[in-house]
């Protein structure tokens, strides 16, 4: 098995070798996810190589046929998203010398990620173990539904909010992300429930892939959560508009599929945890998930 110090290596009948996921451009990585049918956009690998870090691995012509980023998040955890290679070296070792390069760049941080069902067995290779499935669900808003709770209790939020939004974020993901949050806030719109004038629930909108996804979202229950999803379901009425979640079954996954956000695709969220462990303790009470960032950026 290769080191991760290794940077280069002979993949099928040409020489590969890894560079930095800043110095190649942006339209070099939309060609690779276009080649797996991912749907980012250019707008989007600019985002995450600004909130993030990355390795590609490079052709002999310079052409990126892999690539692996991870999101360090405090010292002890990082996210870990965008391992892509393309087709034809998929079962040529590219993912496992790119995860050895990961692994071995985030120093003993616990890892987090969601694996697609071609990835799971890769990352079994190399220890991760399995924590629940994360649901992709999608589609055109074909209805407009009514929020379970008053009206008046929800509000846009304003930049002022934001401290309290970062907080609840951190509540339900057992770690403070403030630079992803306030990078996310500033490109969205997003919706908070309040009580007695303390934000109570949450849900973040922004353009991404085809159309616009919906997350973070945190509330403490299936009425809360969707009481901050239906406002951006009823402004995008006949659009594309996605969320994932890990909620299996309930209120809000009904709600869901009644505005047309099917169930397109699972992942499954998977875990390596160092010594650090302790570092990364998810919140198993309210506030909750209700859908992530990303299936990057968790």
């Known amino acids: 098995m290769d080191s991760p110090d290794v940077e280069s290596r002979i993949v099928d009948v040409f020489e590969m070798h890894l560079a930095d996921i800043d110095s190649v451009d942006v339209a070099q990585l939309l060609a690779l996810s276009i080649a797996v049918q991912w749907p980012?956009?250019?707008?989007?690998?600019?985002?995450?190589?600004?909130?993030?870090?990355?390795?590609?691995?490079?052709?002999?012509i310079g052409r990126a046929?892999?690539?692996?980023?991870?999101?360090?998040?405090?010292?002890?955890?990082?996210?870990?998203?965008?391992?892509?290679?393309?087709?034809?070296?998929?079962?040529?070792?590219?993912?496992?010398?790119?995860?050895?390069r990961v692994m071995a760049e985030c120093g003993g941080r616990t890892l987090r990620l969601n694996a697609t069902r071609a990835a799971y067995r890769l990352y079994r290779s190399l220890d991760f173990?399995?924590?629940?499935?994360?649901?992709?669900?999608?589609?055109?808003?074909?209805?407009?539904?009514?929020?379970?709770?008053?009206?008046?209790?929800?509000?846009?939020?304003?930049?002022?909010?934001?401290?309290?939004?970062?907080?609840?974020?951190?509540?339900?993901?057992?770690?403070?992300?403030?630079e992803l949050m306030t990078a996310l806030f500033a490109q969205s719109r997003s919706f908070g429930l309040f009580r007695a004038g303390r934000l109570e629930a949450?849900?973040?909108?922004?353009?991404?892939?085809?159309g616009h996804v919906v997350g973070p979202v945190v509330a403490s229950n299936d009425s809360d959560a969707i009481a901050v999803v239906e406002p951006h379901v009823t402004a995008h009425a006949g659009q594309f508009l996605r969320l994932d979640t890990h909620?299996?079954?309930?209120?809000?996954?009904?709600?869901l599929a009644r505005a047309g956000l099917a169930l397109f695709d699972a992942v499954t969220t998977m875990s390596l945890w160092s010594d650090m462990k302790g570092a990364y303790l998810r919140c198993k009470q309210s506030p909750m998930s209700y859908g992530v960032v990303s299936q990057a950026f968790g």
């Not at 980012?40 to 002999?60: I, K, N, P, T």
């Not at 990082?78 to 993912?95: D, F, K, N, Y």
């Not at 949450?202 to 892939?209: K, L, N, T, V």
């Open 247 to 255: 909620r299996t079954n309930g209120e809000f996954r009904d709600f």
């Open 65 to 100: 046929l892999g690539s692996a980023m991870w999101f360090p998040y405090s010292d002890g955890f990082s996210a870990v998203g965008m391992v892509i290679t393309s087709p034809r070296l998929q079962a040529l070792g590219t993912g496992q010398w790119l995860m050895k």
């Open 202 to 210: 949450f849900a973040i909108c922004r353009r991404f892939g085809r």
């Open 129 to 178: 173990k399995r924590e629940q499935t994360l649901f992709q669900c999608q589609g055109e808003v074909n209805s407009r539904l009514a929020a379970s709770v008053a009206k008046d209790a929800i509000r846009t939020l304003t930049e002022a909010d934001l401290p309290a939004l970062i907080n609840l974020d951190a509540s339900a993901y057992g770690l403070r992300r403030s």
């Open 40 to 60: 980012h956009r250019a707008e989007d690998w600019q985002f995450m190589r600004s909130m993030g870090r990355g390795v590609v691995a490079l052709d002999e």
